[in-house]
């Protein structure tokens, strides 16, 4: 038996994570931030004094009942490539590499990006693609990011990461969250937007801007202000939004099975645990239980049982 803490820190949520390699259960330890009335985010010199009065809380609920830990992993830039950096991740950094000394275990650090597409492979049972040696594709929706990764299996960091599409303009999450604070949404807004265009039964005729496997959804936030002006009814309003935002993954996602036939989709980021977006977007690949699609530490703490060889 194997025990294996992660940390991340992302932008809105402080998280700590267990991985027990004997059974691959997990213990998920989630915070989201506190974002004034109104706001829509929170400045990085704030989100690092959050993650730092929250880390203690968090690490106690998630580690006091553990005597023994194998290896931690934490993550400390959105993605892994030269120059990726925000400072809500050192706060993460600090409190793993006092741990990690403090429990005697290894630290390994990786990308937020990284342990997004780690974790909705355990959640999917789909860490098999990771030993087959052929590459697949992850989509990675949030607030930050609307990006079609293509991921191949790598010693050095379990997997490469290359950016192939995504969006060209504003990310899915944003346009989601821009919509939902104007109809006077707590940011972040993506589960209240979910539970309000789940009321309507408006059907829209959409027709998302995409070319190759890059969209644009600029004109999404564009329509959904106007709609607000017109005075549209907030839940038609929240449908047509995620309605858009679905149309455009669905086809991105028939651009890249046209592109790429038959290759392997896994589905990743806060946007993807929209239920809607699931049902629809289902039959084409694989997606992450809500809870590990979300900002999460269990990615990262994959990341290191890998690295370590214990699993």
């Known amino acids: 038996m194997s025990i294996i803490a992660g940390f991340d820190t ?6 700590a994570a267990v991985l027990d390699t004997s059974d691959m259960s997990v213990r998920n330890v989630r915070q989201l931030l506190p974002v004034k009335s109104g706001e829509r985010g929170l400045r990085q010199s704030d989100a690092v004094f959050l993650h730092t009065r929250e880390l203690p809380k968090i690490m106690k609920e998630a580690f006091s009942d553990i005597g023994h830990f194998d290896a931690c992993g934490c993550s400390c830039a959105p993605r892994m490539i030269p120059g990726s ?22 630290l390994f650090l990786t990308s937020h990006q990284t342990g997004h597409i780690l974790a909705a492979l355990y959640s999917c049972k789909r860490l098999d693609l990771l030993k087959s040696q052929k590459p ?45 604070v104007r109809l006077g949404i707590g940011f972040p807004c993506g589960a209240e937007m979910e539970k309000l265009a789940e ?14 496997l890059y969209c644009s959804l600029s004109g999404l936030e564009n329509k959904c202000m106007n709609l607000i002006r017109s005075g549209a009814e907030k839940k038609d309003i929240a449908k047509y939004c995620i309605d858009s935002v679905c149309s455009a993954l669905e086809a991105l996602t028939a651009a890249l099975l046209e592109k790429y036939p038959g290759i392997d ?6 946007v993807m645990s ?13 997606f992450a239980a809500p809870e590990f699609s979300a900002d999460n530490a269990v990615g990262t703490a994959v990341f290191a049982a890998l690295k370590k060889g214990l699993i």
């Open 136 to 180: 697949f594709a992850a989509f990675h929706v949030s607030g930050g990011t609307t990006d079609i990764l293509m991921c191949t299996p790598d010693s050095e960091h379990n997997v490469r990461i290359e950016r192939i599409g995504g969006t060209s303009d504003l990310n899915a999450g944003q346009a989601i969250d821009r919509c939902g």
């Open 199 to 212: 009321q309507s039964f408006v059907g829209f005729d959409i027709k998302p801007a995409v070319k190759g």
């Open 85 to 106: 950096y925000m400072p809500c991740f050192l706060a993460g950094v600090s409190a793993a590499a006092a741990f990690s000394m403090g429990a005697g275990c290894e």
């Open 10 to 15: 992302s932008n809105y949520t402080t998280s």
């Open 274 to 286: 929209n239920r809607s977006i699931n049902k629809r977007l289902s039959q084409y690949g694989s």
């Open 265 to 270: 989709i896994i589905y990743a980021g806060g």
